[in-house]
């Protein structure tokens, strides 16, 4: 073998093994967050933190003054460590809407993104007032048998168009748009669910659903946002808002 064939095959090798990935440097969706048509190019001032990554400041117990047990933050990331504490919300309350968050959970595990959210004296739960958005191991809990149960689904009433969840202990990257009366559901850069909201055609829907015994279930066009402990230990971070 002549010294320049040697150089050329040592190069080739080179160039091989940069592009091969190491065991742990595999990216999550929080790590090379898609663009969404832009909507990151506008100005950081027009977007608000709902989460610090240290506290739970500006979160409190459904029906609470303060947070309850079970929810941790630990390295920028909040956490259901010890399940059965019950559902956190935002102080605040949202219209119409951008929000942007991302989600892991544990094995077979299951939780969700509330919206529209109130505090009503019938409503003992999230869910009885605010739809959701469903965050699922798709293929390891029992809901994900039903496709409008499935991860980034309008849980019970719209299945999503196809399903990009990553698998479990991965961080996807969900978006719940809320404008002129539409309902966008988006994972991992792609719209997955496009819905009505507040009109005949939701009303129906509703009328289908589970939620048809729930009578106050997406009456309201502003509300909390709310994280759900369904007994499994699930993970958020990089949680923002933007009001429309």
């Known amino acids: 073998m ?19 990935q190491r065991p742990g440097d595999a990216q999550t969706a929080g790590d090379n967050a898609p663009d969404f048509g832009g909507e990151q190019a506008k100005e950081q001032s027009e977007w608000r933190e709902l989460f610090d990554g240290e506290t739970l400041t500006g979160w409190r117990g459904y029906k609470m003054d303060s947070a309850p047990s079970g929810w941790t933050v630990e390295d920028g990331v909040l956490c259901v460590c010890e399940p ?10 949202f219209s119409e809407f951008d929000l942007e968050f991302e989600w892991a959970v544990s094995e077979g595990g299951n939780s969700g993104v509330f919206y529209f959210v109130n505090e009503t004296e019938d409503a003992s739960h999230t869910y009885e007032t605010g739809p959701e958005y469903q965050i699922l191991d798709d293929d390891g809990h029992k809901d994900g048998q039903r496709a409008d149960h499935r991860s980034g689904s309008l849980y019970d009433m719209v ?4 399903g990009n969840a990553l698998p ?6 969900g978006r719940i748009v ?17 819905s009505p909201f507040n009109n005949d055609e939701w009303r129906d829907m509703v009328a289908g659903s589970k939620f048809v015994s729930m009578p106050e279930f997406g009456t ?7 994280l759900q402990d369904h007994g499994y230990k699930v993970w958020f971070r990089n949680i923002r808002i933007r009001e429309l």
């Open 168 to 173: 479990v202990g991965e961080f996807n990257h």
């Open 2 to 20: 002549t010294a320049k064939t040697l150089l050329l095959a040592c190069c080739a090798l080179a160039v091989s093994g940069c592009s091969e």
């Open 220 to 226: 309201f066009s502003s509300g909390h946002i709310a």
């Open 84 to 93: 059965g504490g019950g559902d956190i919300v935002t102080i605040g309350t």
């Open 159 to 162: 299945a999503p168009s196809f």
């Open 178 to 194: 809320v404008q002129d009366g539409r309902i966008e559901h988006w994972l991992n850069g792609e719209k997955i669910v496009e």
